[in-house]
């Protein structure tokens, strides 16, 4: 029978059918022809002729090539030939990851493992980075925030905000800004038809809002007329106030309010966008300043910010305010210290998030990157076993036509696309630590109510996403696209050295980057031991404080403070509850008031000093021994001479041995200057001495620390912080009501004030190392992490391993050697990497000393006993890790191993 | 008259609509038809095994007839196709377009009545 399948198959040749479709477009057309052969031979002619008849028949149109190629069957792309290159780029870049996309599915649970490890890793990095980029590199939040510029004033090494004198100079004559103004935070209660509450509320300068860009939603801002001390009393209130406590009423403005016990006048809302402070919550409620700028005043405590002119450019600001700085000095000589540097523009995170602030944050960054690369070495080895085990499907990809290149991009399509998998679940994750760690965070820090998911949270999780899966995929990929062919198919499934190499190196830097962790933490924990056992210098025991969230306008002077605390005092006499009880101006251990100060009759020796304001009880309440002269007494109040109480430090600092008793300090006066004229209380006479206690912090030595008693104390320095002073309580039997007690002789003086907060004292100990104690917590999680993805990876390669090795091991057990000495060869392989990684650890250790030293306390960061501790810890670990596996090869069956290939 | 040009002409507006009603009618194979439009037409109408075969393969991809491989015994495997639900919609539509062109044109041309 004629065959006609060549003839159509060549009509067909031209057209991109696929191979089996071709097939039966073949098989049909030829029983076509056949049909028609056949009809021919079936009516009478010969098979020849009815051959011959067909056949012309069948050429003579010759148009099949042309009917077909319209078809869409006949255009389909090439087979996916595993190898072969298209030539396109894009076209088999879209090929490498639909590959890498079933590959990975395929293998789910390897696909499930990395993708977890690694979502980890990138989910810290990018919870740090949201917290990075929240607190220090957005933007500020209002209009035009890159126009609004900060003066500060450069003096003896670190940047300070402006005296009134400065501020007034500087908005004179500088010509590079449209606005200047300045703030304070000023005390601000609010009376809303009996409803009394503490707002938070800035007096503002001329032209504040001018400065910011905001405006405001009703009304209007200050008038000129408006500014002046006599002024009549006016306010802006915030959108939030607005709503919440004046219904969102347009009829707000123009109304009065009573603000610190005066009636205030509403003369407009604040936009909703306003947010200022932006390193706090945003205030309420702005008055006018009402400052007058007094030469005498040296006080540093005017922020100052401009709003840059059309057309001028930060530079050309900078070096504005800076050529203003010698005329300046001409003008006002005693203002300007020898070894300040002058006027200069800060950036807000320069001035508002302390340098402590920042390095923990860059330090925290450094240490989620090495549990990330700890990540990508776990990765990588599990990458490089899986290669390994596709050396068959490479050798054979190699032998259709792949390059190494190839192959190697192969292989980083698939790890490209594990680790944007893990990148999008570790956004998500990261979200969720941030939220954690901001809701744990002990600290104020400027801004960390801000933290999200925004553009460049989601741009550095992607970015590291990409380098890691670079990392960890061209460390596996390197070694098998190097050992395509080269001996594949008759390899021993030893593998080649360079693979196991790699995987040696991968383990030694999981160990040494582990290492670095642990010691961090194990630093940081030391520190934290250290701080817990150090006395204080008083004894919390049974010590109660008492604190009372706001000021009412009616506690103005110092001597309100002294009858109030006086009052309260009596009410608690021969109470069965409370053995002592004393007000002082602020706790141990939290904010209080320091002073520069000059000693009588010796003008060169001054400095600043801590200065608390206390009644009589003080020291005894506390259990602060009184070491000479005596304490403060009933008869310490105005009128009579000034008196005030040292303690050690004091004494040791300005009097070097010699008894202070009866010598004379000047309040506030430095070098001639006032500070502040109405702070001046010059020729207190020290009266007594008393230990030392920690004023500031348990890790900072004592401060020189000078008491007075309340009754005499200056009102300007009294209420500096208008805050009510606190009472500290010593409970007389354990389990007395001490807060009902307290709240009570409270509400008796004074009903109208609000509820008091009691705690114990011992909580504010605990506080005041909360940010320690975050720190150690945050390092150990994180070390405690990199522990586990070491063991982790420990486990995995030697597991690996040794089943590689099966045979090997089958032979030395055929051989003679026992169950121990196999899981002893096990135990050492595997440990081996591990101890030169801690080697390394703790040389990278002892290099990264001093990115930790300013963390610690009472260790060195060559600490032995901590390095001794964390490197057992670790090899612990590890050994336990390899425990298994050696256990499994120990009980290896020969006879099955060597049978096994 | 010119057999060949009509073949052509006319063959190219009703060619689908030729396929789909012999194939509606039941299913055949490529053979079969192109036997049964040279029979039916009186040898007016021919398809040659170079536009036959295009033809249905065109008609499969646009889904509205379906080849399926039959296998008889002691014969050859053979592709038979059959109307789909979609192009019998196709040939009814086909059907009344072709009547009503028909209609018009012989409407036109029909002779005028005294």
Known sequence: ?901 | MNTRALDRELKKGSAELLILSLLDAQPRHGYQLSKLIDSRSGGQLTFHIDSLYPLLYRLEERGWIKGTWVEEPNERRRRFYKVTVEGRRVLAEQRKTWAAFVEAVRRVTGGEHA
């Not at chain 1, 500020?140 to 890159?146: G, H, K, R, V």
């Not at chain 1, 009996?194 to 032209?207: F, K, N, P, Q």
């Not at chain 1, 205030?264 to 300043?289: K, M, Q, R, W």
């Not at chain 1, 011992?762 to 909360?770: F, G, M, Q, R, Y």
């Open chain 1, 1 to 901: 029978m004629p065959d006609w399948a060549r003839e159509v198959r060549a009509r067909l040749s031209s057209l991109r059918f696929s191979p089996t479709r071709e097939a039966e477009i073949v098989d049909e057309l030829s029983q076509h022809l056949d049909d028609q052969y056949w009809e021919l031979v079936a009516a009478g002619s010969p098979p020849e002729e009815a051959e011959r008849l067909t056949r012309a028949d069948f050429q003579r149109r010759n148009l099949l090539t042309q009917y077909m190629a319209p078809l869409r069957q006949a255009n389909a792309p090439p087979s996916l030939t595993p190898g072969a290159s298209t030539g396109r780029v894009l076209i088999d870049l879209w090929h490498d990851l639909r590959y890498a996309a079933r590959t990975v599915l395929k293998e789910r649970g390897f696909s499930v493992l990395a993708v977890l490890i690694m979502a980890l890793g990138i989910g810290a990095n990018s919870a740090v980075f949201s917290v990075l980029d929240a607190v220090l590199l957005r933007p500020l939040p209002f209009p035009n925030a890159e126009r609004v510029v900060h003066l500060s004033w450069e003096g003896g090494g670190h940047l300070q905000s402006l005296s009134a004198v400065k501020f007034q100079y500087w908005h004179d004559h500088a010509g590079s800004f449209d606005a200047m103004a300045t703030w304070r935070h000023v005390p601000g209660r609010v009376d809303t038809g009996g409803e009394v509450s503490a707002v938070r509320s800035l007096g503002v300068s001329r032209d504040f809002l001018q400065v910011l860009g905001y405006t405001t939603a009703l009304g209007r801002g200050f008038a000129a007329a408006e500014e002046g001390p006599h002024d009549p009393k006016v306010a802006l209130i915030s959108h939030e106030m607005w709503r919440t406590r004046f219904g969102g009423t347009a009829g707000v403005v123009g109304s009065t309010i009573r603000l610190n016990d005066e009636a205030v006048t509403v003369v407009g809302v604040l936009d909703e966008s306003f947010a200022f402070p932006y390193d706090d919550e945003p205030a309420d409620v702005i008055v006018p300043l009402r400052a007058t700028v007094d030469p005498n005043d040296i006080a540093e405590n005017w922020p100052t910010i401009a709003r840059l002119r059309e057309g001028v450019t930060r530079e050309q600001a900078q070096a504005d305010v800076a050529s203003l700085t010698e005329p300046f000095r001409a003008a006002y000589p005693d203002q300007v210290s020898r070894q300040a540097r002058g006027m200069t523009l800060a950036t807000f995170s320069e001035l508002y998030v302390a340098a402590g602030v920042r390095r923990v944050l860059w330090s925290l960054m450094g240490a989620v990157t090495l549990v990330l690369l700890i990540a990508c070495a776990n990765v990588a080895n599990l990458f490089l076993a899986r290669a390994a085990q596709r050396r068959g499907e490479i050798a054979l990809r190699t032998a259709l036509g792949a390059t190494a290149g190839r192959i190697t991009r192969l292989i980083l399509a698939e790890s490209v696309l594990v680790a944007l998998v893990a990148g999008a679940l570790g956004l998500l994750l990261g979200h969720w630590i941030a939220s954690v760690l901001v809701a744990l965070t002990p600290i104020e820090v400027a801004r960390i109510a801000d933290v999200g998911i925004d553009w460049r949270v989601t741009l550095f999780t992607f970015v590291v996403s990409l380098a890691t899966s670079l990392l960890f995929g061209s460390a596996a990929a390197w070694p098998a696209a190097r050992a395509r062919l080269s001996g594949v198919l008759n390899e021993s499934p030893r593998g080649s050295s360079g693979r196991s190499r790699i995987r040696q190196g991968l383990l030694v830097a999981q160990s040494g980057l582990s290492m670095v962790l642990l010691v961090g933490a194990g630093l940081l924990v030391a520190t934290l031991i250290g701080l817990t056992h150090v006395d204080p210098g008083f004894d919390p025991e049974d010590l109660v404080a008492v604190r009372l969230p706001s000021t009412p306008a009616r506690y103005e002077t110092a001597q309100d403070f002294w009858y109030f605390e006086q009052q309260v005092v009596q009410q608690l006499e021969g109470s069965p509850v409370i053995a002592s009880i004393a007000g002082a101006s602020s706790l141990p251990l939290e904010r209080g008031i320091n002073t520069p100060m000059t000693i009588g009759g010796r003008p060169d020796v001054w400095g600043t000093v801590e200065w608390r304001a206390v009644t009589p009880g003080y020291f005894q309440t506390l259990g602060i021994a009184l070491l000479a002269g005596r304490t403060f007494e009933n008869r310490d109040v105005t009128g009579r001479p000034p008196v005030a109480i040292v303690n050690e430090a004091f004494a040791r600092q300005y009097f070097e041995g010699r008894s202070p008793i009866g010598e004379r300090i000047e309040v506030g006066r430095v070098q001639g200057k006032w500070t502040d004229p109405s702070r001046v209380s010059p020729g207190i006479e020290i009266i007594g001495i008393v230990a030392d206690i920690r004023e500031v912090s348990l890790r900072t030595e004592p401060r020189r620390t000078m008491y007075v008693p309340q009754a005499q104390a200056p009102t300007q320095l009294s209420n500096l912080r208008g805050t009510m002073p606190v009472f500290v309580a010593r409970g007389r039997l354990a389990g007395g009501d001490v807060e009902r007690a307290l709240t009570s002789a409270i509400r008796a003086v004074d009903p109208a004030l609000p509820r008091p907060q009691v705690f114990p004292v011992d909580d504010v100990v605990a506080h005041s190392l909360a940010r320690e104690r975050f720190g150690a917590t945050l390092l150990s999680v994180l070390a405690a992490l990199a522990l586990a993805l070491t063991a982790l990876g420990i486990y995995g390669a030697l597991a690996y391993t040794i089943q590689q090795r099966r045979r090997e091991i089958g032979i030395r057990m055929a051989l003679g050697a026992s169950g121990q000495q196999v899981t002893r060869l096990v135990m050492v392989q595997g440990i081996a990497p591990v101890l030169v990684g801690v080697l390394l650890g703790v040389v990278s250790s002892v290099g990264l000393s001093r990115v930790v030293a300013s963390f610690l306390w009472g260790v060195t960061a060559t600490d032995a006993a901590t390095l001794a501790a964390v490197a057992v810890i670790l090899l612990g670990v590890a050994l336990a890790a390899c425990w298994i596996p050696a256990r499994e090869a120990a009980n290896l069956d020969p006879v099955n191993a060597l049978n096994c290939e």
